[in-house]
T-cell receptor, first 113, second 114 residues
């Protein structure tokens, strides 16, 4: 069965430190991968996506993610976080042959001074 | 600017009452979606529509209904059969033709029980 797992429900980090938010998926078919960010009481905003080609994908706000097919992972990284990066981050996957987008349960990034 | 407008931002429902959440998009997208968001559970798909006058149930359709009479509009009705309607509801849309096209989201409606 197709599924998406974000193991970390919350990640605390100090300002200017690097961060990695983990995402793993389970699938027997090809996938398209997305990371979204949600600020309080707002909708989701697309950070980046992987469709094909280079496994390192760069997105907005200095975020990047790397697709690892053998480990079925799509971890999100930022080398230096800001207070304004405090938000909830969702990994989402579309599985080839299915019209739906499957979301992970989200990771709350808490950046403190 | 093109985008998705959800209204109202906050909505309160009395026991036994049906309420309708509005979703309008001017992105010329064919596909539209409704999600329910509860703390710690991510987003769960309620209904989706890939073309006017057609829609499909998602994973948690019980107690909800939708219509798609116009390309721009995809209203969601939360019926009295939905016993736990308190949640944040998000509407999304995307262009079709390639599964890699991302979904665009509105700013949501927060529904509470009076």
């Amino acid at each position: 069965a197709q599924s998406v797992t974000q193991l970390d429900s919350q990640v605390p980090v100090f300002e200017e430190a690097p961060v990695e938010l983990r995402c793993n998926y389970s699938s027997s078919v090809s996938v398209y991968l997305f990371w979204y960010v949600q600020y309080p009481n707002q909708g989701l905003q697309l950070l980046l996506k992987y469709l094909s080609g280079s496994t390192l994908v760069k997105g907005i706000n200095g975020f990047e993610a790397e697709f690892n097919k053998s480990q079925t992972s799509f971890h999100l990284r930022k080398p230096s976080v800001h207070i304004s990066d405090t938000a909830e981050y969702f990994c989402a996957v579309t599985f080839t042959g299915f019209q739906k987008l499957v979301f992970g349960t989200g990771t709350r990034l808490l950046v403190s001074p | 600017d093109g985008g998705i407008t959800q209204s109202p931002k906050y909505l309160f429902r009395k026991e036994g009452q049906n309420v309708t959440l509005s979703c309008e998009q001017n992105l010329n997208h064919d596909a539209m979606y409704w999600y329910r968001q509860d703390p710690g559970q991510g987003l769960r798909l309620i209904y989706y529509s890939q073309i006017v006058n057609d829609f499909q149930k998602g994973d948690i359709a019980e107690g909800y209904s939708v219509s798609r009479e116009k390309k721009e509009s995809f209203p969601l009705t939360v019926t009295s059969a939905q016993k736990n309607p308190t949640a944040f509801y998000l509407c999304a849309s995307r262009t079709t033709g390639h599964l890699g096209q991302p979904q665009h989201f509105g700013d949501g409606t927060r529904l509470s029980i009076l």
